[in-house]
């Protein structure tokens, strides 16, 4: 298994599916360091040579990826929550952050459905305890 910017990328796939495991790198980058590194995409990893996977590695140093992005990107939302501005603020909260709907979506943020909603009569009085609404004690005061 060849170890590039600090992971494991697996064996048995393409070099050029296998550099997408490393956070920062997508398709078109992959793409790119493979041409600068003149390496065949379809190449598999463990049919890599020692120079070829030395190549590949000396490009990616100049790529900002891995513990350095994951170092940025968490430096970025400290400074907007420091700032207090709108998006900080939503960080915060744990609300999406770019404008999506909350009022029927954004589970995934939000978490589980809770309900939320008033005691009625019948369920009060089924309780046994006879509970009084802030409403009627206010009545009940003016009366005396």
């Given at each position: 298994?060849?170890?590039?910017?600090?992971?494991?990328?697996?064996?048995?796939?393409?070099?050029?599916?296998?550099?997408?495991?490393?956070?920062?790198?997508?398709?078109?980058?992959?793409?790119?360091?493979?041409?600068?590194?003149?390496?065949?995409?379809?190449?598999?990893?463990?049919?890599?040579?020692?120079?070829?996977?030395?190549?590949?590695?000396?490009i990616l140093e100049e790529?900002?990826?891995?513990?350095?992005?994951?170092?940025?990107?968490?430096?970025?939302?400290?400074?907007?929550?420091?700032?207090?501005?709108?998006?900080?603020?939503?960080?915060?909260?744990g609300l999406p952050v770019?404008?999506?709907?909350?009022?029927?979506?954004?589970?995934?943020?939000?978490?589980?459905?809770?309900?939320?909603?008033?005691?009625?009569?019948?369920?009060?009085?089924?309780?046994?305890?006879?509970?009084?609404?802030?409403?009627?004690?206010?009545?009940?005061?003016?009366?005396?």
């Amino acid at each position: 298994m060849a170890r590039l910017a600090g992971i494991n990328i697996p064996n048995e796939k393409r070099v050029e599916i296998a550099l997408r495991y490393i956070q920062g790198i997508g398709p078109t980058l992959s793409k790119q360091v493979l041409k600068k590194a003149k390496t065949s995409p379809d190449v598999r990893v463990k049919n890599l040579t020692e120079e070829e996977v030395n190549r590949v590695q000396k490009i990616l140093e100049e790529y900002v990826i891995e513990g350095d992005l994951r170092r940025r990107i968490e430096e970025n939302i400290k400074r907007l929550k420091a700032i207090k501005s709108y998006r900080g603020l939503r960080h915060s909260m744990g609300l999406p952050v770019r404008g999506q709907r909350t009022r029927s979506n954004a589970r995934t943020k939000r978490g589980r459905r809770m309900t939320v909603g008033t005691i009625r009569k019948d369920i009060v009085s089924r309780m046994g305890a006879k509970e009084e609404t802030p409403a009627q004690e206010g009545s009940a005061k003016a009366k005396e």
